[in-house]
């Protein structure tokens, strides 16, 4: 009678680990974590920033003209 694939693979001999495993996995992880990472800041975090920025600069370059500070929306009293 054929024996159970479990009870085949509870007999086999499971071989230990290499002893550089974990180093491998870091030094390849963190390579692609790092590019990842820069991919995302290159992508959307640096444009927001520009746009906030560029928007802090206009309202800077409005208000050096005009001598006021620009109105926006409702929530500004006359």
Known sequence: ???DVLEQLAE???PSKPVDLQRD???????RLLSL?????ASRALPYAFVCFSEAL???????V????????DDHAD
């Open 66 to 73: 005009t001598g006021r500070y620009p109105k926006r929306g």
């Open 12 to 14: 086999l001999e499971v």
């Open 25 to 31: 996995v870091h030094k390849r992880l963190n390579v």
């Open 58 to 64: 206009a309202g800077l370059v409005s208000y050096s």
């Open 37 to 41: 990472h820069l991919a995302d800041v």
């Open 1 to 3: 009678m054929p024996q």
